[in-house]
């Protein structure tokens, strides 16, 4: 059974910085891609960024320059550094990895970013 536990976000304000933090554990002896992905009120979920086991990544226009995205394969963890934050950023933050064909979706952390 494979497990993401999410974890780091919370309130900010506007301009503030927070890290999240996914965990994977159990039976996944190789993640090709890890993702984050968020999902704001009435609207449908998105990808933020991605990260590919060579260290590619992926980045939407509206987070670049402001959002870092990495990983650390020994802890199978990807982290989202998030600076610069604004309102719009509010959103349930999801992760996903994919391993050995099958994808996997942690639980969500809400971030929200006041005015």
Known sequence: QVQLVESGGGLVQAGGSLRLSCAVSGSIFSINYMGWYRQAPGKERELVAHITSGGVTYYVDSV????????????????????????????????????????????????????
């Open 64 to 115: 670049k320059g402001r959002f870092t995205i990495s990983r650390d394969n020994a802890k199978n963890t990807v982290y989202l550094q998030m600076n610069s934050l604004k309102p719009e950023d509010t959103a349930v933050y999801y992760c996903k990895v994919i391993g050995m064909g099958r994808h996997y979706w942690g639980q969500g952390t809400q971030v929200t970013v006041s005015s």
